[in-house]
């Protein structure tokens, strides 16, 4: 890998180098009926066409006026897409289809219990409610054009209909995911001053009812600490009638929206036109300092970039039954399973629960049940699947067109059973390689033209130029096996504007690494840099390799070191902390935390589980540590850094490099005996 400073570690580090060079061809009756079927559209798509091309993203939308502009580059990084159109993405998701689709399932929902009945939502309906929900926001809460709204909503109707009323009044909506923690969420309110927090009294998962509310009043609490007031707690309750929850409701603060709903009953409320650029959502992701980076999308450039990726790498026809089976509060959520496919008036799948409970055949009968012809997971659940119920699919049928893998690494083993077993071996597979920043699919192969190769994720999609360049910023050639930092060359509609409220972390992460001239306009001097290490084949074809920052992917989520770190500082009687990427069978990576503990403390059991408490009241459960170390001191450099390169070689018994430079190389075998005689 690149070089980096000696204090960091990276996934990159620890990437497992995978050498498999077998294609495989998508069946003809895909490449029959594909939406991308000719190669005519790699031309219409090369660089020399490049901004105009995606004209052609954009034409699938319904504008109120059109653009002047396709793209502005004069402030750079800061670009503009479609200048001067304007349009609402609410309309584009649900009014426009009325004409055709009334009576079309916009929105498929399957509880968790199966013994609760399935849920279609009509575009009519979906209308209905988008509406009045949009004027009890408006009238009751005082949302206007440019608030920010925070939901911390599980994965149940009322969250893209909220995601929709919000788009209707050109309000921002800032979903946060729902296993995150109150503190977490209460930080991402405070970050965005939102004053209306929009939650579930209760959810189901994995057979539990779990109370949600409580996270609100923490969410409330923090972000009261850190300055800032919610003056409205909407509660959509999961059960209309039941309180499924122990939190009291706050009187004048907390409301049920069922209740309210009525006094809205039939109202409409106007699609507020937007300009191109006018930003529709943050979506917060971590980042390498504690604080997480609220990542601001636009309305024109996003909704254009994922109705079209959708149209081409999801091949998403109307008369497709589509699930995509990953959570809303990510951006695989809102870029496609609301926004990507109601902008194109498809139906979209979602689910509540887990994929393995009640058993491990739960996707397959969803799929046999529904008629899901593609299909859209990421390689946790896949191995997930693979390793509970390898022989599931086989009892099921079903039959998928299409099938997607997103998040994450997938190891060609892996890769094949989702192709073989899961799939049948009907179905194309597409890796689709991308970020919350990137708004949609940076890397992939086009269904129906290009060969897949389980394990990458293939060339950059359509007008997105993928190069790899090594610390000093040169190319690395393509075939030459040598990892490098992967970036784009160019900007695209999908890019993130800004980070909410810091545009110069913005540039500073995302630009200033690889910037040629700071005062050039022209973009092909401001390469994105992605944080991915990569490798690219002879065929052009690209191979993540993970994160190069601080930043550890677990089942497809991303954590901060920093985050986690000071998670473990909340607990008295830690002095220091460092969490390193482990290889993980069943998640790809997890986290080990290694603790030194403040002087005269004995270690003990408790402490450790303390420790992983504390992660989980901060953050949430999927950052739960696979493991608490403590030891008796770090691996440090001569100036005190701690050396979490070293621990992770440790902790994955790979080579940790010279050591004899350390202030105190004796704990590097210290550490070594005890996690070795342990694991
Ligand atoms: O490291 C890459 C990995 O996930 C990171 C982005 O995470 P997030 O912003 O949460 O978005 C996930 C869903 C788009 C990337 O920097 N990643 C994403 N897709 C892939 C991947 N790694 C390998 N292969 C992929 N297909």
């Given at each position: 890998m690149a070089a980096r400073p000696e204090d960091q570690v990276s996934e990159a580090q620890i990437a497992v180098h995978w050498r498999e060079e077998a294609y495989y061809s998508p069946p003809p009756q895909f490449i029959a009926q594909?939406?991308?079927?000719?190669?005519?559209i790699l031309e219409r798509f090369s660089e020399q066409r490049f901004p105009d091309c995606f004209k052609e993203y954009a034409d699938l939308l319904t504008w109120d006026s059109y653009w002047?502009?396709?793209?502005?580059?004069?402030k750079p990084p800061f670009w503009k897409w479609f200048v001067g159109g304007r349009l609402n993405a609410c309309y584009n998701c649900v009014d426009r289809h009325l004409r055709t689709s009334?009576?079309?399932?916009a929105i498929i929902w399957v509880p968790e219990p199966e013994s609760e009945d399935t849920k279609a939502i009509t575009y009519q309906e979906l209308y209905r409610q988008v509406n009045e929900f949009a004027a009890l926001l408006r009238d009751h809460c005082g949302v206007k054009t440019g608030d920010r709204v925070t939901f911390h909503l599980p994965m149940v109707p009322e969250l893209p209909v909220s995601m929709l009323a919000c788009a209707r009044l050109g309000a921002i909506h800032s979903e946060v995911f729902g296993g995150f923690s109150g503190a977490a969420c209460g930080g991402r309110v405070a970050d965005s001053q939102s004053h209306v927090l929009v939650t579930m009294d209760g959810y189901h998962r994995n057979g539990e009812l779990v109370d949600h509310k409580v996270k609100a009043d923490e969410a409330v609490e923090t972000a009261r600490e850190l300055g800032h007031e919610v003056d409205k707690v909407l509660v959509w309750r999961r059960?209309?009638?039941?309180y499924a929850s122990q939190s009291p409701m706050v009187e004048g603060r907390d409301v049920f929206v069922d209740e309210l709903l009525p006094d809205y009953r039939g109202t409409v409320v106007e699609p507020v036109s937007m300009?191109?650029?006018?930003?529709l959502f943050l979506m917060y992701t971590s980042g390498t300092t504690g604080r997480p980076k609220g990542c601001q999308h636009s309305t024109g450039g996003y909704l254009a970039y994922v109705a079209g990726t959708s149209k081409y790498?999801?091949?998403?026809?109307?008369e497709d039954t589509y699930w995509?089976?990953?959570?809303?509060?990510w951006i695989t959520g809102h870029s496609y399973i609301v926004y990507g496919p109601l902008a194109l008036g498809a139906t979209s799948v979602m689910y509540e629960?887990?994929?393995?409970?009640?058993?491990?055949g739960r996707v397959w009968r969803i799929a046999e049940r529904l008629g899901v012809n593609i299909f859209h997971t990421a390689p946790t659940t896949i191995r997930m699947l693979r390793k509970l119920?390898?022989?599931?699919?086989?009892?099921y049928h079903y039959h998928l067109k299409h099938m997607t893998t997103v998040g994450e690494p997938i190891e060609p083993e892996v890769w094949r059973w989702y192709h073989d077993v899961a799939g049948k071996g009907e179905a194309v597979v597409v890796d689709t390689w991308w970020q919350t920043e990137t708004g949609?699919?940076?890397?992939?192969?086009l269904p129906a033209l290009q060969p897949m190769k389980p394990g990458s994720c293939g060339?950059?999609?359509?007008?997105i130029y993928p190069v790899i360049y090594d610390e000093e910023g040169s190319e690395v050639e393509a075939g030459s096996e040598r990892a490098g930092n992967i970036c784009i060359r160019n900007p695209w509609?999908?890019?993130?504007?800004?980070i909410w409220g810091q545009p110069d972390r913005f540039v500073q992460i995302y630009?200033?690494?690889?910037?040629?001239?700071?005062?050039?306009?022209?973009?092909?001097?401001w390469p994105y840099f992605a944080g991915d290490g990569a490798t690219q084949a002879a065929d052009g074809y690209f191979r993540i390799l993970g994160?190069?920052?601080?930043v550890i992917n677990v089942a497809g989520h991303r954590l901060g070191t920093k985050e986690l770190e000071s998670a473990c500082l909340?607990?008295?009687?830690?002095a220091e902390a460092a969490a390193v990427p482990v290889m993980d069978e069943v998640r790809g990576r997890a986290v080990e935390m290694y603790v030194a503990l403040k002087p005269g403390v004995a270690p003990s059991k408790d402490i450790e589980a303390t420790v992983a408490e504390a992660i989980v009241r901060e953050i949430?459960?999927?950052?739960?540590?696979k493991h608490v170390w403590i030891v008796a001191d770090m691996p440090k450099t001569?100036?005190?850094?701690?050396m979490r390169r070293v621990i992770a070689g440790i902790s994955n018994f790979t080579d940790v490099g010279d050591?004899?430079?350390?202030?105190?190389?004796?704990?590097v075998d210290d550490i070594r005996h005890r996690i070795q005689s342990e694991k």
């Open positions: 594909a939406n991308a079927a000719y190669p005519d002047h502009t396709t793209l502005d580059t004069s009334r009576n079309k399932a059960n209309p009638g039941s300009p191109a650029e006018a930003p790498y999801q091949d998403i026809h109307p995509c089976a990953a959570d809303i509060g629960g887990v994929p393995t409970y009640p058993d491990a119920g390898p022989d599931e699919p086989n009892k949609g699919f940076l890397g992939s192969t060339p950059g999609v359509l007008g509609p999908g890019i993130f504007q800004t630009y200033q690494k690889y910037c040629r001239n700071a005062d050039s306009q022209d973009w092909r001097d994160r190069v920052d601080d909340t607990v008295d009687e830690i949430g459960k999927i950052a739960r540590p001569r100036s005190g850094k701690i050591v004899s430079t350390l202030a105190n190389p004796e704990i």
